[in-house]
């Protein structure tokens, strides 16, 4: 059992490059999140899915797109990087209820 | 979700019980608290969640006033490897929420 797996775990981007970012949890979970974390921060919440198909923006989706074509991957695309993206992505699901969510161990993107 | 505040910071002996404090004064009736931490880059780590009971788990206890306004995380004997950012979330499990940290309090641990 893997929980959520996020890759890739690290990656340099030229400024206006494009990439995807890719969660995927192997426990039938309805919900995924995806956060940014800068240093010293906390974690900001970018987009979100409550299901197959659907995704909601968050606090700071502005420079992100989303999709969840599969309920068990979500996807965070960046279309034209930029050095203020460089930061450490984690990607997290959760069932729906009262249950607790699982996180992925990170990406770590830097922008140059 | 109901905003929390807690201190940036807390330090801790070791071995002593750790008390980490959370605001959550507009919390509403259906709205559970979480305690999640974060040991160094990892990705965060569920401890511990509840409604209006006093909780305990082998990780923590958690303790919320009567009047659901805040709510405190007890780590009985911290350890060294206790040290981390401790995130306390207060958040329904209705109308398709999301779940939102805000900057949490960095607990250190010292021998």
């Known amino acids: 059992n893997a929980g959520v797996t996020q890759t890739p775990k690290f990656r340099v981007l030229k400024t206006g490059q494009s990439m995807t970012l890719l969660c995927a949890q192997d426990?039938?979970?309805?919900?995924m999140y995806w956060y940014r974390q800068d240093p010293g921060m906390g974690l900001r919440l970018i987009h979100y899915s409550v299901g197959e198909g659907t995704t909601a923006k968050g606090e700071v989706p502005d420079g992100y797109n989303v999709s969840r074509l599969k309920k068990q991957n979500f996807l965070l695309g960046l279309e034209s990087a930029a050095p203020s993206q460089t930061s450490v992505y984690f990607c997290a699901s959760k069932d729906d209820g009262d249950r607790e969510a699982f996180f992925g161990q990170g990406t770590r993107l830097t922008v140059v | 979700d109901a905003k929390t505040t807690q201190p940036p910071s807390m330090d801790c002996a070791e071995g002593r019980a750790a008390n980490l404090p959370c605001n959550h004064s507009t919390i509403s009736g259906n709205e559970y608290v979480y305690w999640y931490r974060q040991i160094h880059s990892q990705g965060p780590q569920y401890i511990i969640h509840g409604l209006k009971n006093n909780e305990t788990n082998e990780m923590a206890s958690l303790i919320i006033t009567e009047d659901r306004k805040s709510s405190t995380l007890i780590l009985p004997h911290a350890t060294l490897r206790d040290t981390a950012v401790y995130y306390c979330?207060?958040?329904?499990?209705?109308?398709?929420?999301?779940?939102?940290f805000g900057a949490g309090t960095r607990l250190t641990v010292k021998p």
């Open positions: 426990m039938n979970h309805e919900y």
């Open positions: 979330i207060v958040r329904t499990h209705y109308n398709n929420n999301d779940m939102r």
